[in-house]
Protein backbone atom coordinates (compact mmCIF):
# COMPACT_ATOMS: atom_id res chain seq x y z
CA UNK A 1 0.00 0.00 0.00
CA UNK A 2 1.69 3.50 -0.94
CA UNK A 3 0.92 6.42 0.86
CA UNK A 4 0.49 9.74 -0.27
CA UNK A 5 3.59 12.23 0.49
CA UNK A 6 1.07 14.83 1.89
CA UNK A 7 -1.24 12.60 3.47
CA UNK A 8 -1.31 12.79 7.21
CA UNK A 9 0.16 9.78 9.26
CA UNK A 10 -3.25 7.99 11.06
CA UNK A 11 -3.25 8.33 14.74
CA UNK A 12 -2.36 5.02 16.85
CA UNK A 13 -5.64 5.48 18.62
CA UNK A 14 -7.63 5.96 15.27
CA UNK A 15 -6.06 2.31 14.16
CA UNK A 16 -6.74 1.05 18.25
CA UNK A 17 -10.26 1.92 17.87
CA UNK A 18 -11.04 0.55 14.63
CA UNK A 19 -9.32 -2.76 15.53
CA UNK A 20 -11.58 -2.73 18.91
CA UNK A 21 -14.72 -2.02 16.36
CA UNK A 22 -14.07 -5.22 14.19
CA UNK A 23 -13.36 -7.27 17.04
CA UNK A 24 -16.69 -5.79 18.31
CA UNK A 25 -18.42 -6.97 15.43
CA UNK A 26 -16.46 -10.56 16.06
CA UNK A 27 -18.33 -10.30 19.80
CA UNK A 28 -21.54 -9.34 18.51
CA UNK A 29 -21.95 -12.18 15.86
CA UNK A 30 -21.12 -14.48 18.50
CA UNK A 31 -23.38 -13.03 21.05
CA UNK A 32 -26.90 -15.62 21.38
CA UNK A 33 -28.77 -13.29 23.49
CA UNK A 34 -30.27 -10.42 20.91
CA UNK A 35 -30.16 -7.68 23.77
CA UNK A 36 -26.32 -8.61 23.49
CA UNK A 37 -25.54 -8.52 19.73
CA UNK A 38 -27.25 -5.36 19.39
CA UNK A 39 -25.38 -3.79 22.45
CA UNK A 40 -22.11 -5.43 20.99
CA UNK A 41 -22.73 -4.25 17.21
CA UNK A 42 -23.57 -0.61 18.04
CA UNK A 43 -20.75 -0.28 20.56
CA UNK A 44 -18.74 -1.39 17.40
CA UNK A 45 -20.04 0.86 15.10
CA UNK A 46 -19.51 3.67 18.08
CA UNK A 47 -15.87 2.68 18.02
CA UNK A 48 -15.27 2.92 14.54
CA UNK A 49 -16.76 6.82 14.53
CA UNK A 50 -14.81 7.45 17.36
CA UNK A 51 -11.46 6.30 15.39
CA UNK A 52 -12.67 9.30 12.95
CA UNK A 53 -13.32 11.51 15.40
CA UNK A 54 -9.42 10.26 16.86
CA UNK A 55 -7.79 10.51 12.83
CA UNK A 56 -9.23 13.92 11.75
CA UNK A 57 -10.77 15.95 14.98
CA UNK A 58 -8.86 18.88 16.27
CA UNK A 59 -9.04 19.77 19.91
CA UNK A 60 -11.95 22.34 20.71
CA UNK A 61 -11.42 25.13 22.82
CA UNK A 62 -14.73 24.36 25.09
CA UNK A 63 -14.80 21.29 27.21
CA UNK A 64 -18.53 20.55 26.39
CA UNK A 65 -19.22 16.48 26.17
CA UNK A 66 -21.03 16.08 22.94
CA UNK A 67 -21.96 12.75 21.72
CA UNK A 68 -19.78 11.38 19.08
CA UNK A 69 -22.89 11.07 16.56
CA UNK A 70 -23.51 14.68 17.15
CA UNK A 71 -19.69 15.31 15.96
CA UNK A 72 -18.84 12.64 13.48
CA UNK A 73 -20.91 15.29 10.73
CA UNK A 74 -18.55 17.92 11.70
CA UNK A 75 -15.26 15.73 10.55
CA UNK A 76 -16.96 13.21 7.95
CA UNK A 77 -19.94 15.04 6.52
CA UNK A 78 -20.39 11.92 4.53
CA UNK A 79 -21.23 9.75 7.44
CA UNK A 80 -23.89 12.22 8.38
CA UNK A 81 -26.72 9.63 7.43
CA UNK A 82 -24.70 6.82 9.35
CA UNK A 83 -24.41 9.22 12.24
CA UNK A 84 -28.22 9.80 12.77
CA UNK A 85 -28.68 6.26 12.13
CA UNK A 86 -26.69 5.25 14.76
CA UNK A 87 -27.86 7.57 17.16
CA UNK A 88 -31.12 6.62 16.79
CA UNK A 89 -30.13 3.47 18.39
CA UNK A 90 -28.60 4.64 20.98
CA UNK A 91 -31.46 4.40 23.58
CA UNK A 92 -32.58 1.21 22.25
CA UNK A 93 -28.30 -0.01 23.12
CA UNK A 94 -28.77 1.53 26.68
CA UNK A 95 -32.11 -0.81 27.04
CA UNK A 96 -30.51 -3.34 26.19
CA UNK A 97 -26.90 -3.20 28.34
CA UNK A 98 -29.58 -2.52 31.16
CA UNK A 99 -30.93 -6.01 30.85
CA UNK A 100 -34.32 -4.74 30.07
CA UNK A 101 -36.36 -7.90 28.59
CA UNK A 102 -37.40 -7.79 24.91
CA UNK A 103 -36.04 -4.46 24.12
CA UNK A 104 -34.61 -6.08 20.76
CA UNK A 105 -35.76 -8.98 18.99
CA UNK A 106 -33.27 -11.20 16.70
CA UNK A 107 -34.63 -9.12 13.67
CA UNK A 108 -32.87 -6.01 14.74
CA UNK A 109 -30.13 -7.47 16.34
CA UNK A 110 -28.93 -9.23 13.50
CA UNK A 111 -30.02 -6.17 11.38
CA UNK A 112 -27.45 -3.75 13.33
CA UNK A 113 -24.98 -6.33 13.07
CA UNK A 114 -25.64 -6.11 9.73
CA UNK A 115 -25.65 -2.20 9.41
CA UNK A 116 -22.36 -2.02 12.00
CA UNK A 117 -20.39 -4.42 9.59
CA UNK A 118 -20.77 -2.18 7.18
CA UNK A 119 -20.13 1.10 8.47
CA UNK A 120 -16.88 -0.56 10.17
CA UNK A 121 -15.86 -0.80 6.02
CA UNK A 122 -16.77 2.46 5.02
CA UNK A 123 -14.64 3.54 8.43
CA UNK A 124 -11.65 1.70 7.34
CA UNK A 125 -12.01 2.48 3.43
CA UNK A 126 -12.03 6.59 4.42
CA UNK A 127 -9.34 6.58 6.97
CA UNK A 128 -7.34 4.36 4.21
CA UNK A 129 -7.14 1.34 6.83
CA UNK A 130 -7.14 -2.04 5.33
CA UNK A 131 -10.12 -3.55 6.93
CA UNK A 132 -9.76 -5.40 10.06
CA UNK A 133 -9.10 -9.35 10.22
CA UNK A 134 -12.03 -10.66 11.93
CA UNK A 135 -15.17 -8.78 10.95
CA UNK A 136 -17.97 -11.40 10.27
CA UNK A 137 -19.95 -11.76 6.76
Do not use: C, N
Request: proline residues 7%; charged residues 20%.
Amino acid sequence: MSVALDAPPIAPAARDLLALAARGLTDSAHALDPSARYAAAHLAALRAAAAVLAARARPATRRRVRSVWVLLPGVAPQLQEWAVFFAGGAAKRAAAEAGIPHVVTEREADDLLRDAERFVIVVADLLGLPVQQGIPG
